[in-house]
Nanobody
Framework: QVQLVESGGGSVQAGGSLRLTCIAS????????MGWFRQAPGKEREGVAT???????SYADSVKGRFTVSKDNTKNTLYLQMNSLEPEDSAMYYC????????????????????WGQGTQVTVSP
């Protein structure tokens, strides 16, 4: 059974930084796609960043140049470094995993990930 546990959220002022961590346990497969998604109150869930086992990455336009997704395959850990945070970045951030597949450009629209974490809250004040 796969389990994803996020951490690292918190409250910061605009312009600040946070680093989110997602630890995956269980069998995640040598081929997989992992990603970060977020959802703010009253808004739809949206993709933030994805990364495949080949290192291919994709970012939402709203976070390009500010966020960096990475992972440590030896630790089954996914990271999201968030810099220059804006109040619009405030949301619950979720880690997601799809086994046996590369990442695709359609991931942000389809949310086709069977495994999700419980989320970690990020709040950015003006």
């Amino acid at each position: 059974q796969v389990q994803l546990v996020e951490s690292g959220g918190g409250s910061v002022q605009a312009g600040g930084s946070l680093r989110l961590t997602c630890i995956a346990s269980g069998y995640i497969s040598s081929l997989h796609c992992m990603g970060w998604f977020r959802q703010a109150p009253g808004k739809e869930r949206e993709g933030v960043a994805t990364i495949g086992t080949d290192g291919w990455t994709s970012y939402a336009d709203s976070v390009k140049g500010r966020f960096t997704v990475s992972k440590d395959n030896t630790k089954n850990t996914l990271y999201l470094q968030m810099n220059s945070l804006e109040p619009e970045d405030s949301a619950m951030y979720y880690c997601a995993l799809r086994r046996g597949s590369a990442c695709y450009p359609t991931d942000f629209a389809r949310f086709d990930f069977p495994y999700w974490g419980q989320g970690t809250q990020v709040t950015v004040s003006p």
